[in-house]
């Protein structure tokens, strides 16, 4: 499902099980944190990821580059399936393709400074480079990003979260790649400093003509700075929205957007609570895993899984009873 435009990305199915070891006295259980995605990442477009925490989002995101194996399903890029490559074949690849964290001060080895960090993807795909290139290449990735050229000295403890992130987002840009994945870049950040990220990646994205996948679990952020959303509840994409303004039809993306605060008091409205339990990951219900907590829920809804159903507008949904 992709909206009409060429994808630059594919996703046929695509699973991801995972396993618990059997305890002392418990049996080992299993959870499926992503099952049965099939999507497509148009070309040059930003396509947003949104849900609650653990619905399978960063797992998706690491599939997508196979920082994970899938259990089952493939990964389509640019018309080369990932999983039938071998490991010399992938990370050239890599070059194309890369992904920003979403903890700035996790995602820097403490004891590089800047210049070695932006060099590191270089060095892990064997491209030698001269002392001058060296410098010339960390001074045009740290102009890229709004830094100055002293900052390549720093060490990742001397420099403020945003100015780490946008080091990540420029460790990212290194090899020039096509593709970014985005994995909550901004949610550790101030309001204001993530506010000068998502224009940064934009300002990217229009200069370099990137291909963004961009997870997240604030839907007004996605709103306002994807082409379109993918929405997923305990690891299975209920709506897709093929502009970022469409109405939902899903009742979990209804509650997502009722639940996101506006700043502005005239426009304050009701918020209409969930009730009922999130099933459990590790024993998902027969039917719908959204129906203990819709309002619309039958008996239909708890015995049969709705498919993914996409209408002439390329607006899909899983739900017995749209909206």
Do not use: W
């Not at 074949?89 to 903890?103: C, E, T």
């Not at 949610?187 to 990217?204: N, R, T, W, Y």
């Not at 996948?213 to 959303?229: E, N, P």
């Amino acid at each position: 499902m992709s909206g009409g435009a060429q994808n630059l990305v594919e996703l046929r199915q695509l699973s991801k099980r995972f396993e618990s070891r059997r305890g002392l006295f418990g049996k080992p259980r299993a959870m499926t944190a992503v099952d049965d995605v099939t999507l497509g990442i148009p070309k040059g477009r930003v396509t947003g990821v949104v849900g609650e925490s653990g619905c399978g989002k960063s797992t998706l995101a690491r599939l997508v580059l196979r920082l994970l194996e899938a259990s089952s399903g493939e990964v389509v890029f640019d018309g080369m399936p990932l999983g039938q490559l071998s490991g010399g074949a992938l990370r050239k690849l890599r070059r194309r393709m890369q992904m920003v964290f979403q903890d700035p001060y996790s995602a820097i080895d403490p004891r590089y400074n800047m210049a070695d960090a932006l060099l590191e993807p270089h060095r892990i795909q064997g491209i030698r480079l001269s002392r001058a290139d060296a410098r010339t290449v960390v001074g045009e990735l740290l102009g890229m990003v709004g830094l100055g050229p002293q900052i390549a000295a720093s060490f990742p403890h001397q420099l403020s979260g945003g100015q780490r992130q946008r080091i990540g987002i420029a460790r990212a840009l290194a090899l020039k790649p096509d593709f970014l994945v985005l994995d909550e870049p901004t949610a550790s950040l101030d309001v204001s400093i993530q506010a000068q990220i998502i224009a940064l990646l934009e300002q990217l994205r229009s200069e370099l003509g990137l291909t963004y996948l961009f997870i997240s679990h604030d839907l007004g952020l996605v709103r306002y700075f994807c082409d379109r959303i993918v929405v997923m509840y305990l690891g299975r994409v209920v709506e897709v929205l093929p502009q970022p303004h469409a109405a939902p039809r899903h009742h979990y993306t209804r509650a997502l957007l009722d639940s996101n605060f506006v700043p502005d008091p005239k426009r304050r409205r009701t918020i209409r609570r969930l009730t009922g339990e999130i099933p459990s990951a590790f024993d998902l219900p027969p039917g719908c895993a959204f129906a203990a907590r819709c309002p619309r829920a039958d008996a239909t809804c708890r015995a049969i899984r709705p498919d993914l159903t996409q209408t002439a507008d390329g607006h899909a949904a899983a739900c017995h009873h749209p909206l």
